[in-house]
């Protein structure tokens, strides 16, 4: 999906905005005064989307009063006006859901994604839903970047926020580029196709464990001039994932199969969640523990694995020319690589054999056995990853949950 240039908002200070990170001298897990515990209990009911207002307000609200309470710091939550955005885009994915808007006419794009909305017309022949979501994401971007909160380049965002994005920026100077690499959204194939441009690699399907730092250019490594050059001129884009697929990705491959996760997190999650966990070797953590553990952390000192793409990324400070989905990998890959005009020869590498992907029947089941309460509470957290990209709020309900 082309995002597309926004408007340029007044920055003026939020009323609740991400803190900037404050790393703990050793370790992961900073000591906090007070550390909220959610009591174990019966599963609650949650609200379907169509009625989840009033749920998301109070759950926004409460966070960012739990964060101020605890570290003086303020978290970024979206204001009223969007979410009436976000409600509106709930609005239509619904409406797609259910096929009302099946016979409905591709609605106009932003100028700028005029190139794009032709290509894949001619490619699909005019896939009236890929339009509409299309139309849904760029009109969110734009009215939520919009507000006078966000910021609308990376200088205005506090120091560390900067950090984060300009070292997930990487850099082609070559084919004049930057991809904002998201973990958990097919981010090692997109190094492995930035090694080969850059010479480093001879193909993709090389056979070689990913080395995440070495042969690659991170914008966060340049001169000020440098990192505004690029940000103008080259070519910019991502790829989004549903949150909640990506957490749950995220969740099985590093406790279930990475031993440092493991030590350096599984262990203390066990201890601080679970009742007599002081013996466990970190590799037993379950899904709810994991989900208590990032509704107690600070969005900016979360691990980039599962820190919000938003804040990975800052789509209102950086301007994304393309903005692709985890979904329709390998037709929104090959259409970058057009747009960058790479060699023939590269194409974005096949899944691994050995890959188990996350199934809408595995992220319902994991979904499903989870305190409805405690996925309502942590929703706030992400909500701009699903509002920003068009992903519809997870469906816990009892009626669902039971088939």
Known sequence: TSAGPQPAPTAVTAGCRPASPSFPASGPFPRHAERRRLRPGASE?????????????????????????????????????????????????????????????PL???????????????????????????????????????????????????????????????????????????????????????????????????????????????????????INYRLKNYYKFIFARNPAERLLSAYRNKFGEIKEYQQKYGVEIVRRYRKNGGKSAGDDVTFSEFLHYLLDEEVERMNEHWMPIYNLCQPCAVRYNFIGSYERLNEDANHVLEEVQAPSFVRFPERQSWYKPVTAETLHYYLCNTQRRLIKELLPKYILDFTLFAYPLPNITSEFCRQ
């Open 45 to 105: 009911g949650m609200s379907p989307r169509a009625a989840f207002s009033g749920e998301v307000r109070r759950a926004a609200a409460s966070t960012c009063s739990r964060s101020r309470l605890r570290s003086g710091s303020t978290v970024l939550l979206p204001s009223m006006l969007m979410f009436g955005v976000i409600l509106a885009s709930s609005g239509l994915l619904l409406m797609i859901e259910k096929g009302i808007l099946a016979e409905v006419k």
């Open 108 to 226: 106009p794009l932003h100028p700028a994604a005029g190139d794009v909305s032709r290509r894949l017309e001619e490619r699909r022949g005019g896939d009236v839903e890929l339009e509409v979501l299309r139309d849904i994401r760029n009109r969110t971007i734009r009215s939520v970047c919009g507000q006078p909160a966000m910021p609308r380049s990376v200088w205005e965002l506090p120091a560390g926020q900067r950090r984060t994005v300009l070292r997930h920026l990487l850099v082609n100077d070559k084919y004049r580029f930057l991809y904002c690499y998201v973990p958990k959204v097919a981010c090692s194939n997109w190094k492995r196709i930035l090694k080969v441009l850059d010479g480093a690699l001879e193909s993709v399907d090389v056979k070689l464990k990913m080395d995440h730092k070495s042969d690659l250019v991170f914008l966060g490594d340049m001169r000020p001039d440098e």
